[in-house]
């Protein structure tokens, strides 16, 4: 399919979705958000791209496999847990840094939740892409 | 012990999330997944040792208290069936490492093998009613896609059954999980053996305990809920049915033994004299089934039935409880609650044996039925000795493990004067030796149907040659196997003695909620 008005519009979305995703993934703590929508906004961005242009194109914009993302994304998941063990706590125990304020950005908070989060992120963009190119390959 | 705990169910999670990175590279994929399963069963044997040195081990993740985190529990009958998943998961890896096909390899088959043995271990050491019906969903994802893979004709159908008793079987127990939470406001089963009988609803109660034995039931292929199980385990290659022969099953059987022992023992009287009922009908039809069947894995499919019966033997006798309470029953009891430990542990190590087995019969010759096999003995009397051990074992012929199994639930069944099911536990014995007797006579006293001349044969001897490449990786896991089925049966003794202190343990809820509960008051 190659529409022009899709072509030239998913353009400026690609980079507005992405970003909006990964706000989402980094709000999601405390606040609406979280690893599992910013995933799913993630993939939509390359659905879209894929729609618009090709899947052959999705692919490449994307760089690694989808299953490769999966197995990073659990990885990531499983090794947040692993600061508690080698604590001598229990697993999945979550650690904070302090709170940063950075002039203009705002307040930061880093901590092994964030960690988890982001392995959500990437197995839910692998799950989706691995769902949705076949089907828009056939 | 924070590590020994956690390990058995992210070990898995990390090797599996690391083969998903080396997709393209399947020599890689199968040593990362042979070591991973190694290491899993070094873990195994580390967590039964000190569980057994130094009683039931509790923690809680994330350190947040009991009854509204997460506990991982380990108690003998937890870290035995850790154990043995990682046993058999290190005999399969190995096994498969030539008998499965690159497609279903390219198809991420090793990982999903260690996502399954995630999810059999999560279920095997959670402490909570929730996150065991959560590892239910791993075990049984990864088991659906495991069943379908490679996608023949027959494999997509027994997968339909498989998928839809099972989907049946999630919704069951999530609502009675859902109406557990309702009536005592906990799903953590240390607090639910507390707060369930307080709530003072015997008759929900009840209803729950039904609601879970059907759930339960199902997984575990119990009588009347077994059809699934004979119409799909034979559909996928050998060593992915030998996974699910050997295990899948018993993670129901173990999920019963749990709840039945810990949360439901409100009215024995009722709910274990149902499931002593049910022993016998399973043990029953499950061999009358084999009876009639003439392929080699069906057959072994019936027999998981009639020996689930067996395991819910053990269960069912603690029904006498109910009317007796003396020193004497409850000896009794624990030896039968023993006896079922041990007999879930001979079985796993049998019944996967002969799956793999039948694997190693049909990649030979190409076919599984009875009628076209023959001639093994003749052409290779060692590998039939190896098919010998499980078989007989299996129908319980001393000295080895299977006999010592059922001689302990015969004995615990005839203290406990329950005669009915001791005189149909020994005729279904009979049945069994019968079944293995057909098998060996087709499949290895028989001469070869397909017998050629030897003229006609050379051709053909390239093809042969194929096949037997990498048969020594398929034959050293069923020799291996084979030898823990004698070890079981000469070191009876001691190994009997960790079944009987896990017996011991299972009559004795508080062992479990106390082992729990301390950490809730920190």
């Given at each position: 399919m190659t529409s022009t008005i899709l072509r030239s519009s998913t353009r400026y979305l690609f980079p507005v979705i992405a970003l909006f995703s990964i706000f989402l993934l980094l709000r999601g703590h405390d606040e609406p958000g979280g690893g599992f929508v910013g995933g799913l906004l993630a993939a939509l961005c390359f659905a879209l791209y894929a729609l618009a242009d090709s899947v052959e194109a999705a692919r490449r914009l994307l760089r690694v496999e989808e299953q490769q993302l999966i197995g990073m994304g659990l990885l990531l998941a499983a090794c947040s847990g692993l600061p508690g063990l080698l604590a001598g706590e229990p697993f999945l125990t979550t650690y904070w840094t302090e709170q940063w304020v950075i002039p203009t950005v705002g307040k930061l908070k880093l901590g092994t939740p964030l960690l988890f989060d982001v392995g959500v992120y990437l197995t839910v963009v692998g799950v989706v892409l691995m769902i949705l190119f076949p089907l828009a390959e056939e | 012990m924070n590590w020994l705990l956690t390990l058995p169910i992210l070990l898995p999670m990390l090797v599996a999330s690391g083969m998903m990175l080396l997709r393209r590279r399947p020599m890689a994929q199968r040593l990362v997944s042979v070591l991973g399963m190694l290491g899993l069963l070094a873990t195994a044997i580390t967590l039964l040792v000190t569980v057994y040195r130094d009683g039931v081990l509790a923690i809680q993740l994330g350190g947040y208290a009991a009854p509204y985190g997460i506990s991982l529990v380990a108690d003998l009958l937890a870290a035995i069936m850790v154990l043995l998943a990682a046993m058999k998961g290190t005999a399969v890896v190995i096994y498969s490492?030539?008998?499965?096909?690159a497609e279903r390899e390219a198809y991420g088959y090793h990982p999903l093998l260690h996502v399954l043995l995630m999810g059999v271990c999560g279920a095997f050491l959670t402490g909570d009613l929730f996150n065991l019906y959560v590892f239910f969903e791993v075990l049984l994802m990864s088991s659906f896609v495991l069943l379908t893979l490679g996608g023949e004709r027959g494999q997509v159908e027994g997968a339909i059954k498989y998928v839809t008793l099972n989907l049946i079987s999630s919704a069951l127990f999530l609502a009675g999980a859902g109406i557990l939470y309702g009536v005592t406001g906990t799903l953590n089963m240390a607090d639910l053996a507390i707060k369930l009988p307080a709530a003072g609803q015997p008759q929900v109660a009840n209803m729950l305990a039904m609601i879970f034995l059907l759930a339960f039931g199902i997984k575990a292929a119990i009588f009347p809920l077994f059809f699934w199980l004979p119409a799909s385990y034979h559909t996928a290659p050998a060593a992915i049915s030998a996974i699910f022969a050997g295990l899948l099953t018993k993670v129901g059987v173990y999920a019963l033994l749990r709840v039945f022992t810990?949360?439901?023992?409100?009215?024995i009287g009722f709910t274990h004299g149902l499931i002593l009922m049910l022993a016998g009908f399973t043990m029953v039809t499950g061999v009358l089934g084999a009876a009639v069947q003439s392929e080699f894995r069906r057959i072994l499919s019936f027999h998981i039935i009639s020996q689930i019966g067996y395991m819910l033997m053990g269960l069912g006798l603690m029904v006498v409880l109910a009317w007796s309470d003396t020193e004497a029953t409850r000896a009794a009891v624990t030896m039968g609650l023993g006896a079922t430990v041990f007999y879930i542990a001979h079985h796993i190590v049998v019944k996967t044996n002969l799956f793999l087995v039948s694997g190693v019969v049909e990649r030979l010759q190409g076919t599984g039925r009875l009628d076209s096999l023959g001639g093994f003995y003749a052409s290779r009397p060692v590998f039939s000795l190896l098919f010998l051990v499980p078989a007989l074992s299996l129908a319980g012929i001393p000295p080895l493990s299977g006999f010592w199994a059922k001689l302990a639930l015969v004995q615990a069944g005839l203290r406990l004067e329950q005669y009915g099911i001791v005189a149909i536990a020994l005729a279904v014995g009979v049945l069994t030796l019968f079944s293995m007797t057909k098998i060996w006579a087709a499949v290895f006293w028989a001469p070869d149907p397909a017998e050629r001349p030897a003229s006609e044969e050379r051709p053909a001897s390239e093809e042969r040659l194929s096949k037997e490449k990498g048969l020594a990786m398929m034959i050293g896991p069923i020799a291996g196997l084979a030898g823990i089925t004698l070890l079981i049966g000469l070191a009876a003794g001691p190994i009997f003695e960790v079944a009987m202190q896990s017996g011991v343990q299972l009559l004795n809820p508080q062992i479990y909620i106390d082992a729990v509960h301390p950490v809730v008051s920190e």
């Amino acid at each position: 399919m190659t529409s022009t008005i899709l072509r030239s519009s998913t353009r400026y979305l690609f980079p507005v979705i992405a970003l909006f995703s990964i706000f989402l993934l980094l709000r999601g703590h405390d606040e609406p958000g979280g690893g599992f929508v910013g995933g799913l906004l993630a993939a939509l961005c390359f659905a879209l791209y894929a729609l618009a242009d090709s899947v052959e194109a999705a692919r490449r914009l994307l760089r690694v496999e989808e299953q490769q993302l999966i197995g990073m994304g659990l990885l990531l998941a499983a090794c947040s847990g692993l600061p508690g063990l080698l604590a001598g706590e229990p697993f999945l125990t979550t650690y904070w840094t302090e709170q940063w304020v950075i002039p203009t950005v705002g307040k930061l908070k880093l901590g092994t939740p964030l960690l988890f989060d982001v392995g959500v992120y990437l197995t839910v963009v692998g799950v989706v892409l691995m769902i949705l190119f076949p089907l828009a390959e056939e | 012990m924070n590590w020994l705990l956690t390990l058995p169910i992210l070990l898995p999670m990390l090797v599996a999330s690391g083969m998903m990175l080396l997709r393209r590279r399947p020599m890689a994929q199968r040593l990362v997944s042979v070591l991973g399963m190694l290491g899993l069963l070094a873990t195994a044997i580390t967590l039964l040792v000190t569980v057994y040195r130094d009683g039931v081990l509790a923690i809680q993740l994330g350190g947040y208290a009991a009854p509204y985190g997460i506990s991982l529990v380990a108690d003998l009958l937890a870290a035995i069936m850790v154990l043995l998943a990682a046993m058999k998961g290190t005999a399969v890896v190995i096994y498969s490492t030539v008998s499965i096909d690159a497609e279903r390899e390219a198809y991420g088959y090793h990982p999903l093998l260690h996502v399954l043995l995630m999810g059999v271990c999560g279920a095997f050491l959670t402490g909570d009613l929730f996150n065991l019906y959560v590892f239910f969903e791993v075990l049984l994802m990864s088991s659906f896609v495991l069943l379908t893979l490679g996608g023949e004709r027959g494999q997509v159908e027994g997968a339909i059954k498989y998928v839809t008793l099972n989907l049946i079987s999630s919704a069951l127990f999530l609502a009675g999980a859902g109406i557990l939470y309702g009536v005592t406001g906990t799903l953590n089963m240390a607090d639910l053996a507390i707060k369930l009988p307080a709530a003072g609803q015997p008759q929900v109660a009840n209803m729950l305990a039904m609601i879970f034995l059907l759930a339960f039931g199902i997984k575990a292929a119990i009588f009347p809920l077994f059809f699934w199980l004979p119409a799909s385990y034979h559909t996928a290659p050998a060593a992915i049915s030998a996974i699910f022969a050997g295990l899948l099953t018993k993670v129901g059987v173990y999920a019963l033994l749990r709840v039945f022992t810990l949360v439901f023992v409100h009215d024995i009287g009722f709910t274990h004299g149902l499931i002593l009922m049910l022993a016998g009908f399973t043990m029953v039809t499950g061999v009358l089934g084999a009876a009639v069947q003439s392929e080699f894995r069906r057959i072994l499919s019936f027999h998981i039935i009639s020996q689930i019966g067996y395991m819910l033997m053990g269960l069912g006798l603690m029904v006498v409880l109910a009317w007796s309470d003396t020193e004497a029953t409850r000896a009794a009891v624990t030896m039968g609650l023993g006896a079922t430990v041990f007999y879930i542990a001979h079985h796993i190590v049998v019944k996967t044996n002969l799956f793999l087995v039948s694997g190693v019969v049909e990649r030979l010759q190409g076919t599984g039925r009875l009628d076209s096999l023959g001639g093994f003995y003749a052409s290779r009397p060692v590998f039939s000795l190896l098919f010998l051990v499980p078989a007989l074992s299996l129908a319980g012929i001393p000295p080895l493990s299977g006999f010592w199994a059922k001689l302990a639930l015969v004995q615990a069944g005839l203290r406990l004067e329950q005669y009915g099911i001791v005189a149909i536990a020994l005729a279904v014995g009979v049945l069994t030796l019968f079944s293995m007797t057909k098998i060996w006579a087709a499949v290895f006293w028989a001469p070869d149907p397909a017998e050629r001349p030897a003229s006609e044969e050379r051709p053909a001897s390239e093809e042969r040659l194929s096949k037997e490449k990498g048969l020594a990786m398929m034959i050293g896991p069923i020799a291996g196997l084979a030898g823990i089925t004698l070890l079981i049966g000469l070191a009876a003794g001691p190994i009997f003695e960790v079944a009987m202190q896990s017996g011991v343990q299972l009559l004795n809820p508080q062992i479990y909620i106390d082992a729990v509960h301390p950490v809730v008051s920190e």
